[in-house]
């Protein structure tokens, strides 16, 4: 599982607690250095392992996404080339929100379907890739799940794929994961046109600045 400064916490908080509730699984933060990462929110993540020491041949290579820090990773050659590098051997290709730009920076989705947050979709294209709106895609090797909370669906989702389905309903069950919530307005397609406008304007130039590293990518 990838960390770079500020990720947001809850893309990897969420998968990583799926991940680390199978039994007899070894999950690892692999991060530039073992110095603490400072997420989005201000909460810190210690790394397990650096790039260097990451297993060279892992079942899953797996990315969180943010806006500020993700931008800044995309602009990282250490960082891609340690994803591009990792997604060549991989079993399994996968991100949650806005880290598919970052998997698409290292070249692996494009030709794919993906999941990612609502801000980034209209971007996805720049990568060669195809937007979705769903919680979790799946295209071949690539599992993608779409913005922050979406990453308990897609950590399901990858347990299942893993242990089957048993399994992963006992994982959910013990989760207690049972999602019911007080609002409806967690899609661009939910949400009042006022709130979703408001949000909305409040990245300007993402799409613009998506394209632009884009451009740049390997």
């Given at each position: 599982m990838l960390a770079y400064p500020g990720m947001t916490l809850l893309d990897l908080v969420a998968p990583q607690h799926m991940f680390a509730?199978?039994?007899g699984a070894t999950v690892?933060?692999?991060a530039k250095t073992l110095d603490p990462?400072?997420?989005d929110l201000g909460m810190t993540i210690q790394p397990d392992v650096t790039f260097a020491d990451a297993h060279p041949e892992?079942?899953?290579i797996f990315t969180p996404g943010s806006i500020a820090g993700t931008f800044a990773a995309m602009e990282d050659t250490e960082t891609v080339d340690f994803l591009a590098a990792q997604g060549e051997r991989a079993r399994y290709v996968t991100s949650v929100c806005t880290g598919a730009m970052l998997l698409g920076q290292a070249g692996l989705i494009?030709?794919?379907?993906?999941s990612t947050h609502w801000l980034a979709r209209p971007a996805m294209d720049a990568f060669g890739a195809t937007a979705t709106d769903e919680r979790v895609t799946r295209d071949r090797n690539r599992l993608t799940g779409g913005g922050v909370t979406?990453?308990?669906d897609f950590g399901l989702t990858m347990v299942e794929e893993l242990r089957g389905t048993d399994y992963a309903q006992?994982?959910?069950l013990m989760a207690e994961y049972a999602p019911a919530p007080p609002l409806n307005s967690g899609t661009p397609d939910t949400a009042p046109p006022a709130v979703r406008d408001r949000m909305e304007a409040a990245f300007p130039?993402?799409?613009e600045h998506a394209r632009a590293v884009a451009a740049r990518r390997r």
């Open positions: 509730a199978m039994l690892r933060i692999a990462i400072r997420s892992p079942d899953v494009d030709g794919y379907r993906v979406a990453g308990i006992s994982v959910q130039g993402f799409e």
